[in-house]
């Protein structure tokens, strides 16, 4: 497996042109209103098969833990992989190029109607929307790549830790990396031949 920074050995990800790279990262920009996360999956695995579910489940992962948006860190790695920094400088300008002129206009027309009930019950709805699409997307994840018991574990904690006894993210990231480090560690120890 190669390192998420570094060029990709993979063909599908090394033969793809600047113009493609930018177009598809444009598309789930466009697309992904709400939440990118299910139209990049969808692009990046079905449509043009860069990554399989598995690779495509580690970087999301990845991502995950480092600062910023995860399909905006994504297309950095994506973009790396294919074409180094300026890869990672297109994709990312593909991906952010519509929700940023999007939301200049659509904050230029909310603060003139912000006060009509209306536009309160449009803004549920649509996070309701997005919300669905996020757990639909995680649970095709979890059903096509079948992380081990330990990585649900580590899961299950967060959402308990978090979702229901009302932790601090922070404390509870920092404890579970930790812990997970451990538990892959000691498992990847377990399976190594003996010499």
């Known amino acids: 497996m190669t390192s998420p920074i570094q060029p990709s050995t993979s063909p599908s990800l090394a033969a793809i042109s600047r113009g493609t790279l930018f177009t598809s990262f444009l598309k789930m ?40 948006p ?8 994506i973009g790396s992989r294919s074409h ?4 990672s400088l297109i994709a990312v300008s593909g991906i952010l190029f519509v929700p940023v002129g999007l939301m200049l ?38 059903l096509q790549t079948r992380p081990p018991v330990r990585g649900l574990l580590t899961g299950g904690a967060a959402f308990v830790a978090v979702g229901v006894l009302q932790w601090p993210l ?7 990396i930790v812990l997970g480090v451990a538990a892959e560690w000691r498992a990847s120890r377990a399976i190594e031949p003996k010499r």
């Open 29 to 68: 920009g466009l697309l992904g209103f709400g939440g990118v996360l299910p139209w990049a999956r969808r692009v990046i695995v079905d449509e043009r098969r860069w990554l399989d579910d598995r690779e495509f489940a580690e970087l999301i992962g990845l991502c995950q833990v480092l600062p910023g």
């Open 70 to 77: 995860n399909v905006v860190n994504l297309s950095v790695i």
């Open 105 to 142: 206009v659509i904050a230029t027309f909310y603060a003139s109607v912000a006060h009509e009930p209306i536009a309160r019950n449009a803004i549920a709805g649509a996070s309701a929307a997005a919300a669905g699409l996020i757990i639909g997307t995680a649970v095709r994840l979890l």
């Open 170 to 176: 922070l404390w509870v990231i920092v404890v579970l």
């Open 84 to 87: 180094g920094p300026l890869g």
